[in-house]
């Protein structure tokens, strides 16, 4: 029989794990080449043993798939090791974003240390057998392991399969890995070996369900189709008797197993005697209570017409005790709103009781004081049951409710216990009843409040918050009386925190230890329910996806009482890790009343840490949204109590929970037991160490009771002491309940999560700063690039993608058409591409993240657009560097708009220079007026030079080295955001873009608009301008466009598309006469003004003009000789020119030594500024030393700026 290899899709498909369990990776991953060659093989068989006259494809897929499905069937394959190692990967990826952590762990660790045990095994018995040869011993009984390396994928997938029923290549590949000697080859069954491993299957099935019995009767249509012809249970007899013997099958064990679980089971319905005993004294109890109230009512029928005047005062403390347990009382008046009231009528008390008529209406107070508890607790329960979501419910309230009904549960029991006293002693010993424990009303009362000290507290405070009312009236409610359910959590926990306090602060001898716990446990139950949302919320982490409304994590009311989410905000925001999901903190002032959303704020002990777990809650949520588990085995407790170490106080409690009777003769080993434990903890700490010191020194001066009295027992001694206002060293349970006042339980939760938002933050920053290649996304790269771009520090790839802008940008028309989106995108693209094929180095930016618009999406703005010069018109282009998301975040709006001005600045500066150094000298310099002109182009390139120096170099590349050596150290996302936006604010404040510094920024505008201008005026002298020719060329073009619209006419075209293209031609004629006709316009506005207003500023020579800019120097530097020459009158001729040219040349040359002074004065008034506002920061001792050293360098570069300013001499 001729081998036919089998398909690899059994590694998967046969172990009945869908592909949906791998990874979307895996699922589109290419065919291995084990694959491709199959699906060869089986092409080829098909080619030869299929009939030639077979053409249609159809039949042939058919054909080619049950060829396939009959290879899965019958044949076996050597696993994949590649796809069972993807396989596993992809399982531990999906277990670890349901956050099955130790799940995905677990996976991950077995398969890579299988294939490491598995190594080091057989590494292991090579060197056994080496040494048995060299000692000379045989070595046949030296086995090689049954997995190795290079069958582990096989054994993995044998692990698979027998996951369900084993099927015929499950027992194969068994059959095939005990009896290997070689690496695995693919077997194939012979058709014996096949009918062989089908009756195998059938006895199986028998032997689990067997044809007989009522199951086989009613479902014997779906064995309609099993063939049972070719089988006989006879002629397998020896085979089924020789395959229970290899597995060990007994039948003796079998049934000896079963009697066993028999007598096991018999064993466990006998009555011992310790429960019989308790089963006695339960119905004991049961029947007392019971009893009593029947002689109380035969009492009452024999004396009706006497009534209680038979009545003892134990009969009355009796009487007091049902209602103060809140059963009913002769004596007592239960109305329907729950209060009690001391009876009228024929069960009034008698004449005898008059004197204990105070006491009796004490208890009737305390009755309805108790009731209204009970009455609040049931209330909540009931709102608890009915709830209809999560919004609806109040977690911490109904846990506070659970502690109060124990509370109340242990004073019934109490009460109970006493009331058993008083029966037994009144049937033993009936005449001595008044001077028995508590037999009297004034005994009663004082031991009530004594034992309900806490419940009587804990009502004052729901009282004082609103959750219940003593007034008939109103009713006792639980939830709602007077206060709303927004609020009802963080009130309770805010009011039991505070009443705990106030506890803390009162003399222990005034207090009890016993109030002290049962506050601290109605507190700590209040707590856990907020404290388990919130490792909740970091468990799950809060969410990224683009649709956010209907996560079902601000289900939670605690949740919402903590993060404010800003649903306006999207995901891809660049603010939205600052701003989408914000802390609420409780303001001064607000009404809790009001169901608002600012009515929402979390409990005290949780604004401490509010910060922390939103921060962690975002980076585990944004982790998830990667796909990266977050966590991994670090997860947060939610077990308040073993977090703040204060189980010391539920042991105090442990003797009252339950009845007595309950904990009275155990049987012998839990007794044996508890005797261990009590000797176990007998010892108390100081004992112990006295102990050990008798033994360590039993020949000393002093025993231990005199050293240990000897000893400086300050409060300090003890690392658990705590201090009170009594000078005394706190209790075991004021210590433990110290634990949940604040700031200690803010500090210890604090403490708690720093390892895990430590982690979180550290696995976020290295996700986002690790370089591409290793699956991050680096951060470092793109800001390196968006400093590149936008602070044009590329210098040669900027640089002439620059001057190819300038070009177009001095050309005809070209103030519009340079500056066009598409034409600057398809500049950029094309300066990068030849300067990376120029140089064969690696691209420094991604240029499909570069995105260029125009800023005149308006029609105001752009008929505002036409009106500004070429300069003006280089301020419309914005330019975008789209960073990856989730690097974004780092990039704030605020970053991105000093980016954007920087870039403009330097575009505008980059353009003067460009002009000034373009400027060819046509005429000789010998001449007046050249000379007088090659000076003030001189100095006005020098200016532009110095100022863009000093922001390209001082201080942007300064800056942005400074930044990039900061971001290497940060340790989370917001320090690497904190971190940008300190920087960014650093350069713009250096860089004059500030609004405070707008004057300076106007002097640096009006410096760049002064280069420009300089080269104007000499093209304009020189008649290189071309603004005749654009005149003409647009006269001619509107000649053509009327010629063209009458023809239109004659034609007969509609009126409609005329109209419509005479708008069209209007606007584009417009806009060109506006964009030829802003240079000249400005340049004689300019002019007229400075003959007008040049007399008035002569008669002030030092007044400082009005008006800040460029336009303000213009006025104020022309001189009056010179404007009186400019007139009408003048003819154009050469002589004339030059004059004019001479003019404007000095004129420029006063403006732009104007400039300079203004300067010089505007960036000193700014180093004095800082300099005020550093000394006074300085006065702060914490930031004396950061707020000098940030005006150190601050002036440093403001005084370099002055005097590079200084240094040159601007006069002839």
């Known amino acids: 029989m001729a081998p036919v290899a089998g398909s690899s899709r059994g590694i998967i498909a046969n172990v009945g794990t869908s592909r949906s369990a791998t990874t979307r990776s895996t699922s589109g991953r290419a065919k291995t080449n084990k694959r491709v060659e199959q699906e060869r093989i089986v092409d080829r068989l098909l080619q030869a043993f299929l009939s030639e006259r077979i053409n249609d494809p159809t039949q042939k897929a058919a054909q080619k798939a049950k060829a396939v499905r009959t290879i899965d069937k019958d044949s076996w394959s050597p696993a994949d090791a590649d796809e069972i190692a993807t396989a596993f990967q992809g399982l531990s990826l999906k277990h ?166 028999l007598r096991a089971a018999s ?178 009362v004082d031991h009530v409040h004594r034992e309900a000290s806490s419940l009587l507290l804990l009502s004052r405070l729901l009282h004082s918050i609103g959750f219940i009312a003593f007034n008939d009236r109103i009713g006792h409610a639980g939830i709602g009386a007077g206060l709303a359910r927004i609020s009802s959590d963080r ?44 490792c909740q919320l970091i468990r799950r982490g809060l969410s990224f996806a683009i649709v956010r409304e209907d996560d079902p994590l601000f289900d939670d009311r605690l949740v919402q009482h903590m993060v404010k989410h800003d649903v306006s905000l999207a995901t891809s925001d660049k603010s939205f890790w600052t701003s989408g999901y914000r802390s609420r903190q409780a303001q001064a002032g607000e009404n809790l009343d009001e169901d608002t959303e600012d009515g929402y704020s979390p409990p005290a002990f949780l604004q401490s840490i509010a910060d922390d777990v939103i921060t962690t809650s975002k980076g585990v949520g944004l982790l998830r949204s990667l796909g990266i588990d977050a966590l991994g085995e670090v997860q947060p407790d939610s077990d308040l109590g073993r977090i703040l170490d204060v189980e010391v106080l539920f042991k105090a409690d442990q003797k009252t929970k339950g009845l007595t009777v309950d904990n009275v003769l ?88 720093s390892p895990i938002s430590a982690i979180v933050r550290k696995r976020l920053i290295e996700v986002l700063t690790s370089p591409a290649p290793e699956g991050g996304y680096a951060l470092q790269s793109h800001l390196e690039a968006c400093h590149g771009l936008l602070f044009m520090q590329r210098g040669a790839e900027m640089s002439s993608w620059t001057e190819s802008l300038f070009l177009d940008l001095d050309r005809r028309n070209g103030a519009i058409r340079a500056i066009e989106p598409s034409r600057l995108t398809s500049g950029f693209h094309d300066c990068m591409e ?62 991105t708009r000093f980016h954007q001005s920087i870039f403009t600045s330097l575009l505008q500066a980059k353009y003067a220079h460009w002009k000034l150094a373009s400027t060819v000298k046509l005429a000789r310099p010998e001449t007046l007026h050249m000379r007088k002109y090659w000076a003030l182009r001189r100095q006005a390139q020098w200016l532009v030079r110095t100022l863009i120096e000093f922001v390209q170099r001082d201080v942007v590349l300064d800056g942005s080295e400074r930044l990039c050596v900061d971001l290497q150290g940060v340790v989370s996302l917001d320090d690497a955001i904190q971190t940008h936006s300190a920087a960014v604010a650093k350069m713009e404040m250096l860089c004059f873009h500030r609004a405070d510094q707008s004057k300076v920024k ?129 003819i154009e001729s050469e002589t004339h020119k030059r004059e004019r040219f001479r003019i404007e040349c000095e004129r420029l040359r006063k403006t732009l030594q104007r400039l300079v002074e203004e300067l010089t004065v505007r960036v000193d008034e700014q180093i004095a500024r800082t300099a005020a506002t550093a000394a006074l920061e300085a006065q702060d001792a914490t930031q004396a030393d950061h707020a000098l050293h940030d005006h150190h360098y601050t002036r440093q570069r403001w005084q370099g700026l002055l005097y590079s300013l200084a240094w040159s001499d601007l006069t002839y």
Request: charged share 30%.
């Open 1002 to 1130: 106007v002097l640096f505008d009006a410096a760049w608009r002064l280069g420009v201008d300089v080269v104007s005026t000499y093209e304009l002298f020189i008649g290189a301008s071309g603004r005749e020719e654009e005149r003409l060329a647009r006269r001619r073009r509107r000649e053509r466009r009327r010629k063209r619209r009458d023809r239109a006419k004659q034609d007969g075209a509609p009126l409609d598309a005329i109209a419509e293209a005479d708008e069209e031609e209007e606007e584009e004629e417009e806009a060109e006469e506006e964009e030829g006709d802003d240079d000249e316009a400005a340049e004689e506005l300019v002019r007229d003004k400075s003959i007008g207003e040049y007399e008035a500023w002569k008669a002030q020579p030092d007044a400082r003009p009005k008006r800040t800019g460029y336009e303000g120097f213009d006025a104020s530097m022309a001189d009056a000789s010179m404007s009186a020459d400019v007139s009408a009158s003048w």
């Open 491 to 534: 009130a309770l926990i805010d009011g039991l925190q505070a009443l705990l306090d106030f506890v803390h602060q009162q003399d222990t001898m005034a207090v009890p230890d016993t109030v002290v716990a049962d506050l601290s446990r109605c507190l700590l139950a209040a707590c856990r329910p907020a404290w388990s949302s919130v």
């Open 834 to 895: 030849d300067h990376q094929q120029r140089t064969a180095g690696r691209a420094w930016i991604d240029t499909s993240l570069v995105r260029f618009h125009t800023g005149d999406d308006d029609r105001d703005m752009r008929a505002a657009a036409r009106n500004r010069s070429r300069i003006g018109r280089l301020a419309d282009i914005r330019v975008e560097y789209d960073v990856p998301w989730p690097l974004s975040f780092v990039f704030l709006p605020e970053c």
């Open 96 to 261: 670890s974003i349901h956050l099955d952590h130790e799940l995905s762990l677990a996976l991950r660790r077995c398969h890579a240390e299988l294939l490491v045990s598995c190594d080091r095994s057989m590494h292991l018995a090579d060197q056994a057998r080496d040494s048995y040869k060299r000692r000379g011993l045989d070595t046949r009984h030296i086995h090689d392991p049954l997995i190795r390396p290079d069958n582990v994928s096989d054994a993995v997938r044998l692990l698979l399969l027998l996951s369900k029923p084993p099927d015929v290549t499950a027992r194969t590949a068994a059959n095939l890995m005990l009896n290997a000697t070689h690496p695995a080859r693919a077997q194939y069954l012979t058709p014996e070996q096949r009918r062989q491993a089908e009756r195998r299957e059938w006895l199986d099935i028998l032997v689990d369900e067997p044809l007989q019995g009522d199951a086989w009767i009613d479902h014997h249509d779906e064995h309609d189709n099993s063939d049972l012809s070719d089988w006989s249970q006879e002629d397998d007899d020896d085979d089924e008797r020789r395959r229970r013997i290899e597995l060990e099958y007994d039948s003796d064990k079998e049934n000896r197993k079963r009697r066993e679980r």
């Open 666 to 753: 155990e049987d012998d080993e839990n007794a044996d037991a508890t005797q261990i434990q009590h000797a176990a903890k007998r010892f108390t700490g100081s004992e112990a160490r006295s102990k050990l010191r008798q033994i360590l020194f039993p020949h000393g001066t002093h025993n231990s009771r005199s050293m240990a009295e000897e000893l400086p027992l300050t409060p300090d001694s003890q690392p658990d002491a705590d201090m009170f206002w009594h000078g005394t060293t706190a209790g075991t349970s004021r210590s433990a309940s110290l634990r949940l006042l604040e700031p200690r339980l803010g500090r210890a939760l604090r403490q708690h999560l």
């Open 267 to 444: 064993s466990a319905m006998e009555l011992t005697p310790a429960t019989t005993t308790k089963m006695q004294h339960r119905d004991r109890w049961t029947e007392q209570r019971s009893s009593r109230a029947d002689a109380l009512n035969k009492l009452i029928g024999a004396d009706a017409r006497n009534g209680p005047k038979t009545w003892t005062e134990v009969d009355a403390v009796r009487e007091s005790l049902s209602a103060l347990m809140g059963c009913s009382s002769v004596m007592y008046d239960h109305g329907d709103a729950g209060q009690y009231s001391v009876a009228d009528g024929a069960f009034a008390p008698s004449s005898l009781f008059l004197g204990i008529s105070e006491q009796m209406q004490e208890v009737a107070t305390l009755a309805s004081t108790f009731n209204t508890l009970r009455r609040f607790v049931n209330t909540t329960v009931t709102q608890s049951i009915h709830a209809v979501d999560a919004l609806t419910r109040t977690p911490a309230v109904e846990a506070f409710a659970e502690q109060l009904q124990l509370l109340l549960e242990r004073l019934s029991l109490r009460l109970s216990e006493l009331d058993a006293d008083l029966a037994s002693i009144s049937s033993s010993k009936p005449q001595p009843l008044w001077q028995a424990r508590y037999s009297t009303m004034l005994q009663l």
